[in-house]
Each structure stands twice: as structure tokens, then as C-alpha cells.
């Protein structure tokens, strides 16, 4: 199947997204999970190991207009693929059902990336590749990383996996009701909207960042949901959009989740955890 991705992703968004693989040294498979295959990139081939950070993209294309699907949503600059080359520690690439040059695969239908994107169907596969990565590298511990949608996937992931002990959102679109009413797009239907599910447990911290200039998810619609977490940071970044300019702050983020400092991040945090978790302040 890695095969056909890489011939089939010959001057697409995918082989775009490969080729940047390739660059940047990373390691990459197809792994199949509940009847879909997953694209799956690793910041190096590690073996072992107690911690494993995962990346999550946002939605990518899923429209061409506002009135047209893409046929093929895989996101044309991503993000998280990058940041991904600033972590030193073992990290891997999650792709959704039907991205990353399946989406003609059995089982594959246009709503899995508009309506669906946030479905039981997309988070149970996702679930499912990412136990696949747990087992077998015998990881304890699982920090998830998302941008945008994937900050949306990553809380609902979170709430399937074992050993998750951090959720990284960058301008995660949190409330989906709130977003579609926001821009007045089409709801959702067919998704799970992380506002309305249980909260996590509280032992998994959140770090919710939102940049100030963010016009595709305003920091005022998450900001709700953000407050409503007992475990959760929630931080602003002035001057920041929706895609810039995460690359300046990530270590900064890497190391404040690593070793539980939130003082070592920029901007306004207008969220803490309550009791703080004994998470020190610098």
C-alpha cells in the first residue's frame, strides 16, 4: 500500500508532503486500521520507548468553494509535519481515513472529510493506528500534538487511549457548534464535538495556545470551552494567526510540556489548571 502512495502521490499534496519527508530524514508507513489505511510518519525510526509524542493535522482542503469538495483533502502546507522537525523526541505523523492519497480507497466517501471529519468513524481508526504504534513500540506515556481540526481530534482521541498525559492544541478548533455558527457553515453532523463530550480525566493536562489574529478559529469560541477544562492552561499569543507563526514557540512548548513549566511559554495565560496540578510557574 506504501507503494501506491508514493506513485500515486507524484505531484499531489501527498507526494508534496512525502518529498518533505524524505527531506527532513523522516521514516514512513501505511498502517491499516478498522478497514482504512493511515499514513504514518516518524521523525526518525526509532525502536523502544516509554514516551511518544503524537502530531495531528487540521482538516486540510476539504472544500475546493464553498459548494464543492475537494476531492482530495489532504492539507497542502502541514504544519504539524514541520513542527514535528523541531522535536528531538520519538514522534510520529498521524494521518486521517482517506487522506494522504486514499481517498479513493473502499470505504472512503467525501463525508469522512466534511461533515464526518470529526465522526466516530475517523477518531475509531485513528484510535486504532495509534494503539498499533503503542504496542509496538511499548510506549506508556502519549503526548498528542493538534492543529486546528486535529486539536478537536486530539481531545477525542484522548478520551480512547491509555497513557495520554498531555493534549497540545494550537488553535484547536474546540467547539464545533460554536465554529460553524460563527462562520455560518454547514453544522457538522456527523461529528463529535469535543464541547459536549465528558470531560477528561484530570489527571491529562491541556495546553490550549490561540493566537490573538486567528479569524478561522477566534479565540472568543473557544475560549468557553477552554474554561470549562479543570486541567487545562489556556494561553494567548498576541500577533499569532491560525498558521503563523507556531515554529517561533515550539521548543518553548516542548519544553514547558516536557518538564511542566508553563511559565516558559509566551503570551497571556488566561486559563490554569485548578490546584495547578503542582505544575511550577517560572
Given at each position: 500500500?506504501l507503494?501506491?502512495l508514493v506513485?500515486?502521490?507524484?505531484?499531489?499534496?501527498?507526494?508534496?508532503?512525502l518529498?518533505?519527508?524524505?527531506?527532513?530524514?523522516?521514516?514512513?508507513?501505511s498502517?491499516?486500521?478498522?478497514g482504512?489505511?493511515?499514513?504514518?510518519?516518524?521523525?526518525?525510526p526509532?525502536s523502544?520507548?516509554?514516551?511518544?509524542h503524537?502530531?495531528?493535522?487540521?482538516?486540510?482542503?476539504?472544500w475546493?468553494?464553498?459548494h464543492?469538495?475537494?476531492?482530495?483533502?489532504?492539507?497542502r502546507?502541514?504544519?504539524?509535519?514541520?513542527?514535528?522537525r523541531?522535536?528531538?523526541?520519538?514522534s510520529?505523523?498521524?494521518?486521517?481515513p482517506?487522506?494522504n492519497?486514499?481517498?479513493?480507497?473502499?470505504?472512503c466517501?467525501?463525508r469522512?472529510?466534511t461533515?464526518?471529519?470529526?465522526?466516530s468513524?475517523?477518531?475509531?481508526?485513528?484510535s486504532?493506528?495509534?494503539?498499533a504504534l503503542?504496542?509496538?513500540h511499548k510506549v506508556?506515556?502519549?503526548?498528542?500534538f493538534?492543529?486546528?481540526?486535529?486539536?478537536?481530534?486530539?481531545?477525542?482521541l484522548?478520551?480512547?487511549?491509555?497513557?495520554?498525559?498531555d493534549?497540545?492544541t494550537?488553535?484547536?478548533?474546540l467547539d464545533?457548534?460554536?465554529w460553524?455558527d460563527?462562520?455560518r457553515?454547514t453544522?457538522?453532523y456527523?461529528?463529535?464535538?469535543?464541547a459536549?463530550?465528558?470531560?477528561?480525566?484530570?489527571?491529562?493536562?491541556q495546553w490550549?495556545?490561540?493566537?490573538?489574529?486567528?479569524s478561522?478559529?477566534?479565540p472568543?469560541?473557544?475560549?468557553?470551552?477552554?474554561q470549562?477544562q479543570?486541567?487545562a492552561?489556556g494561553?494567548?499569543?498576541?500577533?499569532?494567526?491560525?498558521?503563523?507563526?507556531?515554529g517561533?514557540?515550539w521548543?518553548?512548548?516542548l519544553?514547558?510540556?516536557?518538564?511542566g513549566?508553563?511559565?516558559r511559554?509566551?503570551?497571556?495565560?488566561?486559563?490554569?489548571?485548578?490546584?495547578?496540578?503542582?505544575v511550577?510557574v517560572?
Open positions: 500500500m507503494v501506491t506513485l500515486a502521490g507524484c505531484g499531489t499534496p501527498t507526494g508534496h508532503l518529498e518533505y519527508a524524505d527531506r527532513s530524514g523522516y521514516s514512513y508507513e498502517i491499516q486500521a478498522d482504512f489505511e493511515h499514513l504514518v510518519v516518524k521523525n526518525y526509532f523502544d520507548t516509554d514516551i511518544l503524537i502530531y495531528l493535522e487540521g482538516d486540510g482542503s476539504p475546493r468553494y464553498r464543492v469538495i475537494m476531492p482530495d483533502p489532504t492539507p502546507s502541514p504544519l504539524m509535519l514541520k513542527l514535528m523541531l522535536d528531538k523526541s520519538p510520529a505523523y498521524v494521518g486521517r482517506c487522506y492519497g486514499t481517498h479513493d480507497d473502499a470505504g466517501n467525501n469522512l472529510w461533515s464526518a471529519r470529526y465522526s468513524t475517523v477518531v475509531s481508526s485513528m486504532s493506528t495509534i494503539h503503542i504496542d509496538r506508556k506515556q502519549v503526548r498528542l493538534g492543529h486546528s481540526g486535529g486539536g478537536a481530534l486530539s481531545m477525542l484522548a478520551a480512547r487511549l491509555e497513557g495520554v498525559t493534549v497540545v494550537i488553535a484547536g478548533n464545533i457548534t460554536a460553524t460563527h462562520h457553515y453544522p457538522l456527523s461529528s463529535l464535538n469535543p459536549t463530550q465528558p470531560p477528561l480525566d484530570t489527571s491529562i493536562l490550549h495556545l490561540v493566537g490573538s489574529k486567528d478561522v478559529v477566534p472568543e469560541i473557544v475560549r468557553p470551552f477552554i470549562s479543570s486541567s492552561y494561553i494567548a499569543i498576541s500577533s499569532y494567526s491560525h498558521s503563523c507563526c507556531w517561533r514557540v521548543n518553548d512548548v519544553f514547558a510540556v516536557k518538564f513549566k508553563p511559565g511559554l509566551p503570551g497571556i495565560r488566561f486559563k490554569h489548571p485548578k490546584g495547578d496540578r503542582n511550577s517560572q
